[in-house]
C-alpha cells in the first residue's frame, strides 16, 4: 500500500514532520500528516465506501454492479459482500 499515515502528536516538531514526509517520497509512499484518532484514515474511508455500497444494493442495485462500478473508480480490490 503506498499510503503511510503520519499521525502527529501534541508534541510533534515540525521538523520531524518534514523529515518523515521526506522519507515517504523516498520510500515510493504519499505521506499524509494526521491527528491522533480512532482508526487509520484508510479504514475510515473504507467504511464510508461500504455504507454506500450497501444502500445501492439495498436501493436495487445488484452487488456485481456495484463491485464494477467500484473497480472503474479506482479500487482493484474492490468487491461488495452485501447481501440483503
Not at 27 to 49: E, P, Q, T
Request: charged letters at 25%.
Amino acid at each position: 500500500m503506498r499510503l503511510l499515515e503520519i499521525v502527529r502528536g501534541a508534541k510533534t516538531a515540525p521538523d520531524v514532520l518534514r523529515t518523515i514526509l521526506d522519507l515517504a517520497k523516498r520510500v515510493n509512499k504519499v505521506g499524509v500528516v494526521s491527528g491522533n484518532s480512532d482508526g487509520f484514515i484508510g479504514n475510515r474511508m473504507l467504511g464510508a465506501y461500504s455504507y454506500q455500497a450497501l444502500l445501492m444494493v439495498l436501493e436495487g442495485a445488484m452487488p456485481d454492479q456495484v463491485d464494477t462500478a467500484l473497480r472503474h473508480f479506482g479500487m482493484r480490490w474492490a468487491r461488495c459482500r452485501c447481501t440483503t
